[in-house]
Structure formats: structure tokens, C-alpha cells
């Protein structure tokens, strides 16, 4: 984490050369992963926060998928289990469902408010106590057109930083700043996702077509039923 001091913004020309480097890696990066990848160093040398994890909307589904964490601490399985839970977007379902829907960001010192608080939802008392919490930002993702695509969380694991408002603000300009290079990295997973069904389609046809024998076709489409996943 960078010296106390005046906020400087990690666009301004004047940043150090370690920021430049990580802004470099941001840029560079080939894709989602690897983008939040660096993107959570970053955020650890620049702010100190040393847990990123991202949920992206599903409007089919009408959630918040977990995408993937990055933390220079250890996430063993527990910990994944509790905090890699998808949201039905609706506001009492959890504070990241309350974020995507109003675009606000969330701050709580949780070693001031007490992360044990029983009104919270138990997915997010959940994920507190596996990631033993002491900070949480939540800062909702917005796209083009106001469109939410998904919600940040910014933890700081087994210390305090006690974040000063300004520092929220920053924060929360710089991950405005980047939510388009976001959507673009979400679009080509989309696309491929796509690109992969169309394939898997073409291939069943395929086989079904070169099928003779009512055995093997009734195989042949159990087994299609069985690896899908018709259900939520």
C-alpha cells in the first residue's frame, strides 16, 4: 500500500513508476482473468485492499454469477464455497444485489459496525467470516447507458484500513473508468460462449444424423440431456 498522504489519482501523469508498470499490465492484458488479475495487485499496492472478487449479471437468470477471486492470501476450498454463492437480484438477498440494482457503492469497517450483525444476509455474514473481512467496498460495475454488469468487492483480510471517503471516491472513479474495457472482455466471453454452443449443436445434429440404430440414438440423447443444464 502506497505512503499516507494526498489521494493521487493512479491517471495522473505524475504517478510513480510502479503505478505506470501496473497501468501497463492493465492495458496489456489479454483477457478477463487476467485483467482482474492485475488489477488486484494494483489495487493492493495502491489502496491496500488484498481480496477483488467479481459477480456479473445474468439477466436470464435474474442473478449475480460469481466470476472468480483474486487474493494474495490464501482462498482454500470452505473459504471458495462461501463466497463463490450466485445472488437472485433482489435487494434482500444480499448487499451486492442491493448494489447492482441502485449503482451505489458500499463501504463498512466492519471492525467499527461488527461484521456479526444478524440482519445482514447469511450469504454475506458467510463470506465475512470465511474471508475474516475487516474492510468491504462493494462498488456496482456500470456500462454503457447506465447498464449495471456487475458488482466489484474490494476486502481487506486480516487488517484495517479504516478508508477515508475520499479514498472510496477514487476508488470508485477508477473502476467507473474501467467498465467499459470490462464489458469488452465480458462480450468476448459471451461470444465464445456462443460460439461454443453453436459448435456442440452442429456436432449433435451431426451425429444424429449419422445415426442408425434407435439404441444408439436414445443414448445419444440421454446423455445430451444429462450433460445439460436445463435447470436453474
Not at 505524475?14 to 488489477?39: G, I, R
Request: charge should be negative; proline fraction near 3%.
Amino acid at each position: 500500500m502506497m505512503d499516507d498522504g494526498a489521494i493521487l489519482h493512479p491517471f495522473e501523469l505524475e504517478a510513480p513508476v510502479e503505478v505506470q508498470d501496473w497501468l501497463y499490465k492493465l492495458a496489456c492484458a489479454a483477457d478477463l482473468d487476467a485483467f482482474l488479475s492485475s488489477l488486484a495487485g494494483f489495487i493492493e499496492f495502491y489502496w491496500g485492499f488484498n481480496y477483488l472478487g467479481i459477480q456479473v449479471l445474468n439477466n436470464e437468470r435474474n442473478c449475480l454469477e460469481f466470476f472468480n477471486c483474486y487474493s494474495s492470501l490464501p482462498v482454500d476450498d470452505p473459504c471458495r464455497e462461501a463466497i463463490s454463492q450466485d445472488v437472485p437480484l433482489r435487494s434482500r438477498a444480499s448487499i451486492s444485489a442491493l448494489i447492482a440494482l441502485r449503482k451505489k457503492t458500499f463501504y463498512a469497517d466492519i471492525d467499527h459496525h461488527g461484521g456479526s450483525d444478524e440482519e445482514l444476509p447469511e450469504i454475506d455474514r458467510l463470506a465475512i467470516v470465511a474471508l475474516n473481512a475487516h474492510d468491504n467496498l462493494l462498488i456496482p460495475i456500470i456500462g454503457e447507458n447506465s447498464k449495471a454488469l456487475g458488482v466489484m468487492h474490494l476486502i481487506s483480510r486480516n487488517r484495517s484500513l479504516h478508508l477515508k471517503k475520499s479514498e472510496s471516491d477514487s476508488i470508485r472513479q477508477f473502476i467507473d473508468g474501467l467498465a467499459e474495457k470490462i464489458r469488452t472482455y465480458l462480450d468476448k466471453i459471451e461470444l465464445e460462449r456462443f460460439h461454443a454452443r453453436k459448435h456442440k449443436q452442429a456436432e449433435l445434429t451431426r451425429r444424429i444424423n449419422s445415426t442408425i440404430e434407435l439404441t444408439e440414438l436414445l443414448d445419444l440423447m440421454a446423455n445430451e440431456i444429462q450433460n445439460t443444464d436445463y435447470f436453474d
